[in-house]
């Protein structure tokens, strides 16, 4: 089975993290999940996660640190996904390519359901408080 690159968006703002909802009818739709998407084969995945977030969100992040990198088989699928704090810079975010976005605190973030690879991401989140501070 092929292994698709992901790369996804980690980006806070005033103790707030942005999470984006999927469309329906896309795979796994309905869920949340963090920004990004599918890398290209001529970029690095820093440079699909800049490219993504614009076309999903229309904003514009610094790239920063990798968080967190793992490989996850859905039935259909296996993602190897790259997750890096991102440093929001300019536009505010606009349901472009999602089916809706939302800011977050810790205690809200468990309120959303996320896909099964996002979930030694979402228990890391949970319990490193300082991870929310910019």
């Known amino acids: 089975m092929q ?25 796994l ?29 229309g904003i514009e992040v610094g790239v920063g640190e990798l968080v967190e990198s793992l490989i996850h088989a859905y039935s259909e699928k296996t993602v190897h996904l790259k997750f890096f704090r991102c440093q929001w810079r300019r536009h505010e975010p606009r349901p472009l390519g999602c089916a809706a976005f939302k800011w977050v605190t810790p205690v809200e ?3 959303y359901k996320f896909p099964a690879a996002d979930a030694r991401l979402l228990e890391m989140l949970q319990r490193t408080p300082k991870i929310w501070v910019v």
């Open 29 to 57: 739709g309905g869920l949340w999940e963090f920004p990004g998407g599918k890398r290209e084969n001529d970029e690095t995945f820093e440079e699909c996660l800049d490219r993504e977030l614009r076309e999903e969100l």
């Open 109 to 111: 973030l468990k309120d």
């Open 3 to 27: 292994i698709i690159d992901v790369a996804a968006a980690l980006v806070f703002r005033k103790g707030r993290l942005l999470i984006a909802q999927r469309h329906p009818e896309a795979h």
